[in-house]
């Protein structure tokens, strides 16, 4: 989708993904799930997700592992990237990710260990990282991010929530990624700049979409 300003303004594209997050896998029908599926030959729509597994609540597991894998399969099936959300369920994504055969995507919001991210690296997939790097309390997801190699790392908000320092407890939004983005270059002693380009290109090659 695009959208198009006043005369001389610059042009937006929007994109969109689609999917089943695990925290919608029990109200979800069988007439919702084919809507999802139809919305993804949209040409706009570029990944399947925001897809995966959450141990942390009392979602049904089987559930939760019957649909992830229904809509890897979609995707290894469109050849279309993969939005994992991944928490305290490292282990099952991973087996995941490997007995459907999905190489394509990322691991959105990183709050996974060391295992997961060296992994999804392995697999092909990227990691994005939001504000919980800026907490001070992160400093394990910290050093994780530091060994994650440039060219396999994303940068996200993750609005309305988890606002990075110094935003922290105020209502996110996407133009705090900056801040994201200022440390991930801390982390790696390199510069904003170079963090901004190589992150902007990795989001346009994951997603096949054309650089701005």
């Given at each position: 989708?695009?959208?198009d300003g006043p005369a001389g303004a610059a042009r937006v594209r929007l994109y969109a993904t689609a999917g089943v997050a695990p925290h919608n896998v029990v109200e979800t029908q069988e007439s919702e799930l084919e809507q999802i599926r139809a919305a993804l030959d949209d040409s706009a729509v570029v990944a399947v997700g925001e897809i995966g597994l959450d141990y942390h609540y009392d979602i049904p597991r089987g559930r939760q592992r019957e649909l992830f894998g229904m809509q890897l399969d979609w995707a290894v099936g469109?050849?279309?990237?993969?939005v994992v959300h991944s928490r305290e369920a490292e282990d099952d994504v991973i087996a995941a990710l490997?007995?459907?055969h999905c190489k394509r995507g990322v691991i959105h919001c990183f709050t996974e260990g060391p295992k997961m991210a060296e992994a999804a690296v392995e697999l092909g997939f990227y990691v994005s990282f939001?504000?919980?790097i800026t907490f001070k309390s992160a400093q394990d997801l910290?050093?994780?991010?530091?060994?994650?190699p440039l060219e396999r790392t994303l940068v996200?908000?993750?609005?309305?929530?988890?606002a990075p320092v110094p935003h922290r407890g105020?209502?996110?939004?996407?133009?705090f990624v900056t801040e994201v983005a200022r440390m991930i270059a801390e982390l790696h002693d390199i510069s904003y700049e170079e963090v901004?380009?190589?992150?902007?290109r990795n989001v346009c090659t994951l997603f096949g979409i054309p650089a701005a």
């Open positions: 989708m695009s959208a469109l050849d279309m990237p993969v490997r007995e459907h939001a504000g919980i910290r050093d994780i991010a530091a060994r994650v996200e908000t993750d609005s309305p929530f988890l105020k209502r996110n939004e996407p133009a901004d380009r190589v992150t902007s």
